[in-house]
T-cell receptor, first 110, second 118 residues
Framework: EDKVVQSPLSLVVHEGDTVTLNCSYE??????LLWYKQEKKAPTFLFML????IEKKSGRLSSILDKKELFSILNITATQTGDSAIYLC??????????FGAGTILRVKS | DTGVSQDPRHKITKRGQNVTFRCDPI?????LYWYRQTLGQGPEFLTY????????KSRLLSNRFSAERPKGSFSTLEIQRTEQGDSAMYLC????????????????FGPGTRLTVT
């Protein structure tokens, strides 16, 4: 059965810290890996990764995919309280349906 | 605001009643997805449409659930004879369809409909 596992399940840091969120997957028909941020509403899109080793960046967030080892990481530098959210990793299969992990709950304390 | 809208945002119903939710995708998106999310879990895939054709249904979608996208634009998800276990956030997402074997497009989610079955 297809599986996406995120770690840690939750994390508490102080403003200014750097965090690394992990996502490993076992999916039969992999197309791409996506990261979403979810506050008290629907997930908002962060990144889509299709190729190994190519880092994607957006401001203080960056992400990279390793298709050989079947994992991805999401880095957030200089964290702010507004980064507090659930971060979801999802793998897109052929047919484009997404298989999600359970998420990492990040809390940034001021 | 991603441009995907859902209605209603909240629904409270009694066990055994039928409910219907609506999703309006981003206008140029030809793929539309339904997911269900319960507390502490990531969204789980239910079904998806390409234009008006329903191409895949999850085994989570029991025969009490039905989804339509009659004109390839908005979609409805109906749950008949609701049960307490149906209480969840129902999310709709839309995307473009890839034109090549390797192309894929990100999915944009609507705000969700939170269903509470009492």
């Amino acid at each position: 059965e297809d599986k996406v596992v995120q770690s840690p399940l939750s994390l508490v840091v102080h403003e200014g810290d750097t965090v690394t969120l992990n996502c490993s997957y076992e999916v039969t028909n992999f197309r791409s890996l996506l990261w979403y941020k979810q506050e008290k509403k629907a997930p908002t899109f962060l990144f889509m990764l299709t190729s190994s080793g190519i880092e994607k960046k957006s401001g203080r967030l960056s992400s990279i995919l390793d298709k050989k080892e079947l994992f991805s990481i999401l880095n957030i530098t200089a964290t702010q309280t507004g980064d507090s959210a659930i971060y979801l990793c999802a793998v897109m299969e052929y047919g484009n349906k997404l298989v999600f992990g359970a998420g990492t709950i990040l809390r940034v304390k001021s | 605001d991603t441009g995907v809208s859902q209605d209603p945002r909240h629904k409270i119903t009694k066990r055994g009643q039928n409910v219907t939710f609506r999703c309006d995708p981003i206008s140029e998106h030809n793929r539309l997805y339904w997911y269900r999310q319960t507390l502490g879990q990531g969204p789980e895939f239910l079904t998806y449409f390409q234009n008006e054709a329903q191409l895949e249904k999850s085994r989570l979608l029991s025969n009490r659930f039905s989804a339509e996208r009659p004109k390839g634009s908005f979609s409805t998800l109906e749950i008949q004879r609701t049960e307490q276990g149906d209480s969840a956030m129902y999310l709709c997402a839309s995307s473009l369809r890839g034109t090549g074997a390797e192309s894929s497009y990100e999915q944009y989610f609507g705000p969700g409909t939170r269903l509470t079955v009492t």
